[in-house]
């Protein structure tokens, strides 16, 4: 269960949220956080939640990963999805902290198969709505 390079395990829950996501679009948004080595599910985002939600409810001074789940309309007016990966480390979280989750991140996103696009951010501004849809289209 637990990867020797990282130490790090992943709680089965955060596969299951992330495949009702991913196949029953149960969910917007996942959050994720480190806690006594091991990945667990923090927090989720209701179907119609919104991106602003999503983006507030990540701590300011903690790491955490997460995955979102983009409704956007292409410039042929196609309706698409893309479900995007967000290594979110602020700038005021602790050193450690962000040693872990980045030695961990790679391993962690294996785990979720179906991450269409990564970003990673250390302020609000790395990761703003224009970003993402940039980064979906």
Known sequence: ???AAS???????CKLKFLELKAKRNHRYIIFKIE???VIVDKVGSPDASYEEFTNSLPSNECRY???????TTDE???KSKIFFIAWAPDTSKVRAKMVYASSKDRFKRELDGIQVELQA????EM???IVKSRAI
């Open 122 to 125: 250390t302020d609000p501004s």
């Open 77 to 79: 007016n196609c309706q």
């Open 66 to 72: 997460a995955v979102f789940d983009f409704d956007f």
């Open 128 to 130: 703003s709505f224009d």
């Open 7 to 13: 130490g790090m395990a992943v709680d089965d829950a």
């Open 1 to 3: 269960m637990a990867n």
């Open 36 to 38: 006594e080595q091991q």
